[in-house]
């Protein structure tokens, strides 16, 4: 033991600094007291924020003298990142367990590596809950606008957990440089009007402005980016805890949020279609089930459905959109004005109709009444959607190899999509099962055709039916 | 001269409540990972610093970081998942240029958001849409001098010139890959082409290299959005099996140099489309995607051996994370010594995460490490404990116990999305 030691072994000094977050102060002291080799347990370290009760007035004030030529303290570079952090936070023992890490590291220079030392895990977990509110302060700010005599001013009001005010200002600088703001706190006060950094004293709530306009955009805003189908209030607790909510304009919605959630998802899953369970086995079967469907508008209408017909293992199906005024009234399909049209065309390229099974997309009758008179509607995308569980279910039991669809509301049924038939007429496509698909018009729509523009149509239609009749008897060899 | 009388137009505020609504489910809300950029020096705002900041959070849990809205949510195209789908009967509305970027300064200046996420639903031409995209940025980034994080959706059918200017304004492109499988894009967007996104996933992430490459040689040169390109998935509205969607993700990782793969729990949607499942896919299922989404990034798992994780048909367990299901598979790879064993050895311990590897190696040079002290450096030394060796520890009768997996999986409780942004 050096002499020097002996004589201050009994003493205990008082260290005030000058700021809780006194980095500079800590750090000139630590070192006279290293180099006076004053230990841990002899010092008490106290700042305007901090006030250690015990041995207060008895410690000396004045710093020991370091002797002449002492050699300057060892400190590793991650130690020294360790105490600018952990310095910030708001436990009062942070000083002393700083100082007991310096003291350590004269004699086990790597010391900061032993992450399973308890002082290391002390100074890690102090630094990682500064460096949490100081993360949390540049996200949880919020500003309100109020206008000064020389323009927009924005005003904020925080309650950071740790000193860590003066050190966080330069983030917001660095952000809002063109802006004129102040950051009001509890534990001091930032102001900057875009080229000096001025501190304020403490401030409190009744400081800041009370609201701002564009609070209620944000409100919105914050409302409709939240998913009700996924509710997880605890991984929101996690990040954004109770204790910030009080400062944050969109905090106060969240309780309705939470609240109204299941209700939201439940009405989403109800009205986007219902459980559809198992189809009937049998086409008679389907035939029964369609007659009772009330999973669109259409089939609530008190209207007969119509099924498809025809013969159980047909080479063609042809698919229609939906039943007209006749075919509702005698239950089956293509028997109106259009189906004649149909027949005649079929006959002329060769097709028996009834050797295919003739079908709709949808299977209830869609219409506007008129007086006496049912105008047709045209069923919507949804609708057909809805409708296509049936036509699926005729496909896979009737296992055509090609299918016919007339018209886009036909097209849709099958494929899914919104299709332009004059683009996709003509071509075949793929359907999943491995049967073709072939795109035309519908009969009825060459029915209100005039003149010139008909014969035309009805040639392409023609031509379309000679095509699907040249396949349909490939495939039949 | 009279007007003639034209439909109410909406109000800002009912705007973006459909504009918003209509962008939330796109999971991505990241704001990190591109260049440090403060606005010292500028006549606007804005700053970027590596790290992204969440402003808020919802109760879905989800992050809020950027203002993440639609342009328009008219659409000409009929995808099946999509609240915005052309078919769909929700409420329509569109923002102009301009109002988005008076929106976006407005929320950033009271500290509110980091940035901008934009999206649009395509109208007129994809190339029109993609257009309409790019002024936003400009107006911000020219006109405004701002600084802050821009996150542009791309559209892959646009004009690839468009596909190009918009790297230069934007921190983050990305593509939706939207489905894991291309059947599943087929039967559920099909006006969508697999081969057009990948496409243009390639070109983007040519643009971003050769832009990279530039700068290395002349200091100039512009940035071609710094931090990458993202994409999403959307995980339960098709048959593909968490197999399927581990590999998927692992090519996109690997032919695309995307930065993130979002997977996306398929979530039940207002007026959904008849053709979707009507139940949602569990959030966990999402969860542990994610989760083996980081073994492959962070913790050196070929795609395959996160595979071996899933079970007989392809899925990984809901009720344990895919490191332990792994360890519980291989088991004659442990118990691994953490006094000895190399870094990689060590993260294929479950309940060892990046950060406790780190202090273990750092701290084994300082001492022979205990049970005692592994605890000090981890969060559950019980869930440890049977895959180690210690200095006084181990654990013969414990890695060979059948009913393993009840000894230390967890009990039934409620998970938190750790992974999800």
Same mark, same amino acid.
């Given at each position: 033991m050096t002499p020097f030691r002996a004589m201050h072994s009994a003493e205990a000094f008082c260290v005030s600094l000058a700021a809780p977050d006194d980095f500079e102060g800590w750090r000139d002291a630590a070192r006279r007291l290293i180099q006076a080799d004053v230990p841990p347990d002899r010092i008490v370290w106290d700042s305007p924020a901090d006030?250690?009760?015990?041995?207060?007035?008895?410690?000396?004030?004045?710093? @020991?003298?370091?002797?002449?030529?002492?050699?300057? %303290?060892?400190?590793?570079?991650?130690?020294?990142?360790?105490?600018?952090?952990?310095?910030?936070?708001?436990?009062?023992? +942070? *000083?002393?367990?700083?100082?007991? =890490?310096?003291?350590? =590291?004269?004699?086990?220079?790597?010391?900061? /590596?032993?992450?399973?030392?308890?002082? !290391?895990?002390?100074?890690?977990?102090?630094? +990682?809950?500064?460096? +949490?509110?100081?993360?949390?302060?540049?996200?949880?700010?919020?500003?309100?606008?109020?206008?000064?005599?020389?323009?927009?001013?924005?005003?904020?009001? *925080?309650?950071?957990?740790?000193?860590?005010?003066?050190?966080?200002?330069?983030?917001?600088?660095?952000? *809002?440089?063109?802006?004129?703001?102040?950051?009001?706190?509890?534990?001091?006060?930032?102001?900057?009007? $875009?080229?000096?950094?001025?501190? $304020?004293?403490?401030?409190?709530?009744?400081?800041?402005?009370?609201?701002?306009?564009?609070?209620?955009?944000?409100?919105?805003?914050?409302?409709?980016?939240?998913? @009700?189908?996924?509710?997880?209030?605890?991984?929101?607790?996690?990040?954004?805890?109770?204790?910030?909510?009080?400062?944050? %304009?969109?905090?106060?919605?969240?309780?309705?949020?939470?609240? $109204?959630?299941?209700?939201? /998802?439940?009405?989403?899953?109800?009205?986007?279609?219902?459980?559809?369970?198992?189809?009937?086995?049998?086409?008679?079967?389907?035939?029964?089930?369609?007659?009772?469907? +009330?999973?669109?508008?259409?089939?609530?209408?008190?209207?007969?459905? !119509?099924?498809?017909?025809?013969?159980?293992?047909? !080479?063609?199906?042809?698919?229609?959109?939906?039943?007209?005024?006749?075919?509702?009234?005698?239950?089956?399909?293509?028997?109106?004005?259009?189906?004649?049209?149909?027949?005649?065309?079929?006959?002329?390229?060769?097709?028996?109709?009834?050797?295919?099974?003739?079908?709709?997309?949808?299977?209830?009758?869609? *219409?506007?009444?008129?007086?006496?008179?049912?105008?047709?509607?045209? @069923?919507?995308?949804?609708?057909?959607?809805?409708?296509?569980?049936?036509?699926?279910?005729?496909?896979?039991?009737?296992?055509?190899?090609?299918?016919?669809?007339?018209?886009?509301?036909?097209?849709?049924?099958l494929l899914g999509r919104t299709v332009s038939v004059q683009k996709e007429r003509g071509i075949p496509n793929l359907l999943e099962d491995g049967s073709e698909l072939w795109i035309t018009t519908h009969p009825s729509y060459l029915l209100r055709l005039q003149d010139h523009g008909r014969a035309e149509e009805e040639q392409k239609f023609a031509n379309d039916l000679h095509r699907v009749a040249a396949r349909v008897s490939e495939l039949s060899r | 001269m009279p007007q003639p009388a034209l439909p109410a137009q909406k109000t800002i505020l009912e705007r973006l409540e459909i504009l918003a609504d209509a962008a939330k489910y796109d999971a991505s809300c990241a704001s990190s990972g591109t260049t440090k950029r403060t606005s010292k020096g500028g006549k606007g705002i804005g700053s970027t610093e590596g790290m992204g900041i969440c402003h808020a959070y919802a109760p879905d849990g989800r992050c809020i970081s950027l203002l993440k809205i639609l342009l328009t949510n008219h659409c000409v195209f009929d995808c099946h998942y999509c609240i915005n789908r052309k078919s769909s009967n929700t409420r329509r509305a569109r923002f102009t240029p301009q109002e988005v970027v008076d929106l976006t300064l407005s929320f950033y200046r009271r500290n509110y958001i980091e940035g901008l996420f934009l999206s649009s639903g395509i109208v007129k031409s994809s190339s029109h849409t993609m257009e309409q995209l790019i002024e936003v940025a400009r107006i911000l980034r020219e006109e405004h001098d701002f600084r802050g994080y821009i996150h542009l959706k791309t559209i892959p059918e646009a004009d690839p010139e468009l596909v190009a200017r918009a790297g230069l304004y934007a921190d983050r492109v990305s593509i939706n890959v939207e489905l894991p499988t291309v059947a599943g894009l087929t039967r559920l967007a099909p006006d969508k082409s697999a081969t057009q996104i990948e496409g243009a996933m390639t070109s983007l992430k040519d643009s971003i290299i050769e832009a990279k490459d530039a700068r290395k040689r002349f200091r100039h040169a512009p940035k071609f959005a710094p931090a990458g390109q993202s994409t999403q998935m959307i995980v339960g509205a098709d048959a593909a099996t968490d197999a399927d969607i581990v590999g998927r993700a692992s090519t996109l990782y690997g032919n695309f140099g995307l930065r993130r793969v979002y997977y996306s729990a398929f979530s039940p949607i207002p007026d959904a489309s008849a053709v979707l499942p009507l139940k949602r896919p569990p959030l966990m299922r999402e969860h542990r995607l994610y989760q083996s989404d980081w073994l492959m990034r962070f913790y050196g798992y070929a795609p395959h051996e996160v595979q071996q994780a899933a079970g007989a048909d392809g899925m990984l367990p809901l009720d344990i994370d895919p490191k332990l299901a792994w360890a519980l598979q291989f088991r004659a790879d442990f118990p691994v010594d953490v006094n000895r064993a190399p870094r990689e050895r060590l993260l294929r311990v479950p309940g060892l995460g990046v950060r406790a590897v780190n202090a273990i190696i750092a701290a084994r040079r300082q001492r022979r490490l205990r049970l005692e002290d592994v605890g000090k450096l981890t969060v559950s030394v019980a869930k440890v404990r049977p895959f180690i060796i210690a200095e006084d520890w181990r654990p013969v009768l414990l890695t060979d116990r059948a009913d393993l997996q009840n000894l230390i999986a967890p009990r039934k409780s409620e998970q938190l999305e750790l992974f999800a942004s």
């Open positions: 006030h250690s009760a015990d041995l207060f007035a008895q410690g000396e004030r004045r710093l @020991p003298a370091p002797p002449a030529h002492a050699p300057q %303290p060892r400190a590793s570079r991650d130690f020294v990142q360790y105490a600018k952090s952990a310095i910030l936070h708001s436990d009062s023992k +942070r *000083f002393s367990l700083i100082y007991r =890490l310096l003291w350590r =590291l004269q004699a086990k220079p790597r010391l900061m /590596e032993d992450k399973a030392d308890s002082d !290391v895990r002390s100074i890690d977990e102090l630094a +990682r809950q500064v460096r +949490r509110d100081i993360h949390k302060m540049r996200a949880f700010v919020r500003f309100r606008v109020i206008e000064e005599a020389d323009g927009e001013r924005y005003v904020a009001w *925080f309650e950071p957990d740790h000193h860590i005010v003066r050190s966080n200002a330069a983030f917001f600088v660095r952000r *809002f440089t063109t802006m004129r703001w102040s950051i009001l706190t509890p534990r001091g006060s930032m102001h900057w009007d $875009g080229e000096i950094l001025q501190e $304020g004293p403490p401030a409190t709530r009744a400081d800041a402005p009370a609201g701002d306009p564009v609070e209620a955009l944000w409100r919105k805003y914050y409302a409709s980016t939240f998913n @009700p189908a996924r509710l997880k209030v605890g991984a929101m607790l996690k990040e954004m805890p109770r204790r910030y909510w009080k400062n944050m %304009p969109e905090t106060s919605l969240i309780p309705e949020l939470i609240a $109204g959630a299941q209700a939201r /998802e439940a009405r989403m899953v109800a009205a986007g279609g219902q459980d559809l369970g198992e189809r009937p086995a049998t086409l008679a079967g389907m035939a029964e089930a369609i007659r009772s469907c +009330r999973r669109c508008a259409i089939g609530c209408t008190g209207t007969n459905s !119509v099924m498809g017909e025809g013969p159980q293992t047909p !080479v063609l199906m042809i698919v229609g959109e939906q039943p007209g005024d006749t075919e509702e009234q005698q239950g089956r399909p293509f028997i109106g004005p259009a189906g004649q049209l149909l027949r005649a065309h079929l006959q002329d390229a060769g097709i028996a109709i009834e050797q295919a099974y003739v079908t709709n997309a949808v299977k209830h009758f869609k *219409f506007a009444p008129r007086g006496k008179q049912r105008l047709h509607q045209n @069923p919507t995308a949804k609708e057909i959607d809805v409708c296509r569980w049936w036509l699926d279910g005729e496909r896979a039991l009737i296992r055509p190899r090609i299918v016919l669809a007339l018209g886009a509301s036909a097209a849709r049924g | -």
